[in-house]
DNA sequence: TCTATAAATATCGGATTACGATATAATTAT
DNA sequence: ATAATTATATCGTAATCCGATATTTATAGA
């Protein structure tokens, strides 16, 4: 056996505790964002957009990033939301190559009801997420420390 | 105009941060279930069924819950997996109708392995997580503070 | 300057997935 | 025994994401 037992023991039901409470907020999200007329998806782009932090300039690709998709998925959101004049292209005067986004009155609007809800929502949500996520925290945390001990059972 | 505020300001940064955390949180889950050759919902479920609270039993309905998605999309999800023998299903004796879904040891062993990968990486994205939540909270309770006196500036 | 390379955005085809509507089987209520 | 309910399953459809590829603009090198 391999005494230096580097294998820290799992938290399965924190884990999918943490999965679940990440769910419900999403699935929450994507009920409030239908429930408005537009995809969920379009929302976070929005939200990424007006809460872009403010060293940042709202380009295809940093919303990319943000959203975390590829930037041609991003190309294809923006163009949905165009469409339905929610945002606006812009060229970028310094860099021809860079399009900058921005939200037209509509879609600020339409974000602001939806974040509103979302805000309300996390303060019920929230909580329990925090709690997961402390629970598994906390577990690495003691994971490490009987790692300067020895460690062999596997609760 | 109406003095009777009831609106609070909306921390769209914090909203959009957190909503960053998480999908950052996602995309990591995802790259490691394709590296390991299975889909993210995949992973989701097998993770889903193994940290299913000790009170509950795994039929498809509660699993559909824990997910968050509809039953009949969880019962397509559990054909793929079976179809790739990660879990198993068996009637349940009491009750005909409902179906027990289990892990064979191919899906525990695979399981185990990306479980691993997510509670290290909770180590890393964890406290950035908590501390975009933490932030909305706070502000929700500074918003219900400012209720209780007055209120006018739009932050 | 001319050319090659890189960077940012856009388009298209393919694959996955989730959902609504509907079906089937088992259980419970009248 | 029949009706209503519950649990699971199937099928067609729509949305979304991605890989591969194209186009335009910017930058680096000869």
């Known amino acids: 056996m391999n005494s230096n037992n580097e294998q820290p023991t799992i938290d399965y039901q924190a884990l999918a505790e943490l999965r679940y409470q990440i769910r419900r907020f999403l699935r ?8 408005e007329g537009i995809e969920p998806q379009q929302y976070q782009l929005l939200l990424a957009l007006k809460g872009l932090p403010t060293d940042r300039k709202p ?4 919303l990319a990033e943000r959203l975390q998709l590829q930037h ?4 294809e959101l923006i163009n949905r939301l165009a469409e339905h004049k929610l945002v606006e292209r812009h060229r970028d005067d310094s860099d021809q190559r860079q399009v ?13 009801r939806q974040a509103r ?25 003691d994971a490490l420390n009987r790692d300067s001990r020895s460690q062999e ?3």
Chains 1, 2 share one sequence.
Do not use: W
């Open 117 to 141: 809800y979302h805000q309300a929502e996390l303060a019920t949500i929230g909580p329990m997420l925090l709690q997961a996520l402390e629970t598994i925290l906390a577990h690495n945390q």
């Open 153 to 155: 059972d596997k609760g």
């Open 59 to 62: 380009t295809v690709r940093e």
């Open 28 to 35: 929450f999200s994507e009920q409030v964002a239908r429930a």
């Open 100 to 112: 900058i986004v921005t939200l037209t009155t509509h879609g600020e609007e339409i974000l602001q």
């Open 72 to 75: 041609n998925s991003t190309v």
